[in-house]
């Protein structure tokens, strides 16, 4: 159960992430959000069977949800599979279980993912949901980064939020749903809220919503930053996580945080990730934001924009981080 009780968590902060989509029903009991009765309605109700990447997606909506038009959601559940594809190289899990819960709306709800039964995913959908929506949302991308690492103990959850986090952007720009402007613009706001506190310790154990997500994205970051300079541009973050993913089979295995990046670190042939972890898990680390960023050619302008240029130590591989 404690794994549960994990996902719990961050399922809690995901609906405020995205804006927390409430359940039809008040004060009656969610349907499905037991993992359990999850798992069984992926077993026991009619699905769909989706091949991309090597993978088998097997989409279930649940209770035949009512309303729903099936086109948009399969495109979307497609184009999704088709980033992950194209981040890990292959589907990152062999067997991903899918449940489209209907609810009252316009827009994709809160989504949860489990690996304990199998590699899984519960997330709710608007009945009114149309093409711009599916377009628009990150949640399910995020959702199947959570599959393609092996979960794991509770004080590293910064590593698995951030990660979903860094990756989901990435991911969709490769298959050219999101300029890489997006993904940098992003990052600019996002990360501003990742930077420790006057008086926080180090990542592991930490429960601050902006650390989870962006403190995480932006260890990430300095992951992709350390392996291009530690190896001199020949490998790459992305790498390292296919070598994990590969090693791990995804979600349905648990590793320690330790374990992560020294098989990250074997596929790069260097310790970028074992001592950038090392750091940030038991001590508060500031990163100089605007440093960082100039470093990369993303410069906000005097009137807001953002701009790519091409000044910078690191510009190389901004580009390279969302070119196929
Ligand atoms: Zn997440």
Redesign the pocket.
Known sequence: MARFDRRAV?LG??AAAVGGASLAGAGAAPAYEDPDAMYAALRGQPGQQLKIGGGTINLVFADGAPGLARAPVLAWVRTAAMALTAYFGRSPVSDYGLLVIVEPGDRVGHAT?FGYAGSATRIHVGVDAGPAAFDRDWVLV??M??TALPDLPRRALWL??GN??YVEPIARALIGQLPPEEVWKEAVAGMAKGNPHAGDQGMDGTRAWGRL?WGGALFWLLAEIGIYRDTNGARSLRDALRRVNRMSGGNTATWSPEQLMTAGDEAIGATSLSRLYKRFATRAVTTDLVELFGELGVVTASDGRLILDNRGALVKLRERVTSQ
């Open positions: 961050i902060l995901g993912t995020h959702e980064v959570h698995q939020e979903a986090t997500y």
